[in-house]
């Protein structure tokens, strides 16, 4: 029997910042209330303190998170992206939310064994050029326009747009970056 290769190899340890993508099971929309979403940002705030990473850029939509990370001085995005997962996860199982004038859970009926929030795997691309950086940034934030979600990146507060664009504070704090090369990928102070 041939044994398949790991399509997804990841690289670590090279500096570069990491382009990361996952969804929610089957592409359900379980981030599809304003509530979910908000949730979701608290904890990864939580998540990049504790992991002390850089959030470069993100968006949340209604099925699917983008991030864009620097590695954690401990550890691995892959850990880290663990870690987030898994506390959405049971807080979101956790939480009742209000949702068309009835509470209901976030995502279902109550199960003995509760349903899974996210797909097991993620999507990670290294970004190790300012071309590279700048089109996923604008990739991300384009996403809701994309979706017909909103008509201008300004209207969806769940992304980094606020910040790269008019240099405001929104949802969670955005590490801006001093310079480009892999040696000074650090947070302006």
Known sequence: MERRRNPLKRL???RDLHFVTFSCYRRLPYLRSS??????VKILDE???RHEFQLIGYVVMPEHVHMLISEPPKGNPSKVLQVLKQKV???MHEKRVYSGGQLELAFGPEESEPSPFWQRRFYD??????KKLIQKLDYMH???V?????RHPKDWPWSSWSFWEKGEMGMIRIDALKANSRESQTPHP
């Open 47 to 49: 998540v990049r303190r």
């Open 125 to 130: 691309f290294n970004v190790w050029s300012e």
């Open 12 to 14: 670590y340890g090279r």
């Open 142 to 144: 384009r996403n809701p």
């Open 35 to 40: 509530r979910s979403r908000d949730r979701f």
């Open 89 to 91: 996860s049971r807080a």
């Open 146 to 150: 994309d979706r017909k979600l909103v």
